[in-house]
């Protein structure tokens, strides 16, 4: 076969490639960002990716219970106020708060700290928060869909001009796993827009704690919660897994534009 | 500081649970709000027939498990969530794409139209496409677009539940949610793959 000879002073072109993956480590977890669409390599697309990045470290410095200076652990010392802390440490407050309600008491702040403490401890809402939050600069892309994974929790979402239903749109397959074979998928879901949550003891055993019984749950199964927003796919997740029939019942109440699976 | 964060914290504890322990326990185990958004039912699909490497359609069935979460159940009431246990009255679902019936399979495309299902914030209606026994696509015809709600729900992608069970090595998953994962975890899984595919 022979190819047309190029001369030598001409780069040979390449065509972009269709998706583009990131992965970092952030918040002690794998987040990988995709890019799918026109010119996903681009300069300006991988200044997004970055940024979104960043959004997402300067989260974790604000939030994280694993880092001593965090504002979070500064604020449980009472190294600092309220006042003196990120303005996101109050509005992670007032969202916990909503969450508590909303879940009847099933999603909570007030978390064990391994001490026989109770402290305040958001972590539950802070990583779906941070991956919306750390959407903005991937919207902004044209001809561009992006999906976020942040350690099995994720956040699918494309510019506005790009179509979100028929033949034209940029659809992700959602494999979601079997909490008791990881390797296998055991559904799977399609979305053009949305975030998918799913709340379990699979990877990291009994961690999900239940304000109820004030124990921390150790049943096997997960729940996968689908919706507009993974701050709220994530609480719901969570309250679901170690809630009740009346947490299903709040659900379906307060959370129309969310729909949730069992395993 | 801490303090007055605990005991605000407790105290909204205690209230709520207190509220909450008011609220009727009568209700019934069937929900009834209406799913928003819709979905195709992969069993009522051509993939009856052809599907060789998928447990699909039949296997919603044989596995126990209820099958979409959704709109299409002829009462039409829906149950909003599905689990997987337990019926919460949504498993219409097999009445749901009635015209979607056909168990033949066929290498050319082929539509299929489900029902028209009344829901109380309108018609939802679903057409699914069909190749070499897979779904390709799943359209909407028609959703309730009557307030302004309806409107952004319907402007985020209609998310199909695909009851077929598919292996670590298809090629078909773009990503993988499960149980949040470390870095340990994340290099033994699905996920770790499909982002080695596109670094």
Not at chain 1, 3 to 22: G, K, L, M, V, Y
Request: with cysteine; proline share 5%.
């Amino acid at each position: 076969m022979t190819r047309p000879a190029t001369p030598a002073d001409q780069p040979e072109t390449t065509p972009a490639p269709a998706r583009r993956a990131w992965v970092e480590q952030i918040m002690g977890m794998p987040i990988s960002i995709h890019l799918r669409g026109e010119d996903v390599d681009r300069l300006e697309a991988r200044e997004a990716v970055a940024d979104a990045f960043r959004i997402l470290r300067e989260m974790d410095s604000i939030f994280s219970t694993y880092r001593h200076d965090s504002d979070l652990m500064r604020l449980r010392r009472e190294e600092v106020q309220l006042s003196q802390c990120s303005p996101l440490v109050d509005q992670a407050l007032r969202i916990g708060q909503e969450a508590e309600v909303l879940t009847q008491g099933a999603f909570t702040t007030l978390l064990p700290t391994g001490d026989g403490d109770l402290a305040f401890d958001p972590t539950g809402l802070v990583k779906g928060w941070a991956v919306d939050r750390a959407s903005a600069p991937l919207l902004a892309l044209e001809r561009i869909s992006f999906c976020i994974n942040a350690g099995g929790d994720i956040l699918i979402g494309a510019h506005p001009a790009m179509p979100a239903a028929g033949g034209d749109a940029i659809v992700w397959r959602v494999g979601i796993e079997d909490p008791l074979d990881r390797q296998q998928v055991a559904r799977t879901l399609t979305l053009a827009r949305g975030a998918v949550a799913t709340s379990g003891t699979a990877a990291r055993g009994a961690h999900l704690y239940d304000p109820q019984s004030r124990e921390l749950v150790g049943r096997p199964g997960s729940v996968t919660v689908t919706g507009p927003t993974l701050l709220w796919a994530d609480i719901w997740a969570t309250a679901l897994f170690v809630g009740t029939d009346r947490t299903r019942e709040a659900f379906a109440a307060s959370a129309p534009d969310y729909l949730s699976t069992a395993l | 500081m801490r303090r007055i964060v605990i005991w605000a914290m407790s105290t909204l504890t205690v209230l709520v649970l207190l509220f909450s322990y008011n609220t009727s326990r009568s209700s019934s185990a069937i929900v009834a709000a209406e799913t928003r958004t819709v979905t195709a039912t992969s069993k009522t699909s051509g993939s009856t027939g052809s599907a060789s490497g998928s447990s699909s359609a039949s296997a919603t069935d044989s596995s126990g498990q209820q099958p979409n979460p959704v709109t299409t159940t002829d009462s039409g009431t829906t149950s909003k969530t599905t689990t997987g246990g337990s019926s919460s009255g949504s498993s219409g679902s097999s009445g749901s794409s009635g015209s979607a019936a056909s168990s033949s399979t066929s290498s050319a495309a082929t539509t299929y139209a489900g029902d028209a299902v009344m829901t109380r914030y309108g018609n939802v209606q679903v057409q699914i496409t069909v190749k070499d026994g897979k779904i390709t696509a799943a359209d909407v015809l028609q959703v309730p677009m009557n307030d302004r709600r309806d409107q952004m729900i319907n402007s985020s992608a209609v998310p199909v539940y695909n009851q077929e069970a598919v292996s670590a090595q298809s090629a078909q998953i773009d990503v993988v949610s499960g149980a949040t994962y470390t870095w340990d975890g994340y290099t033994q899984s699905l996920q770790s793959a499909i982002d080695q595919a596109h670094l």
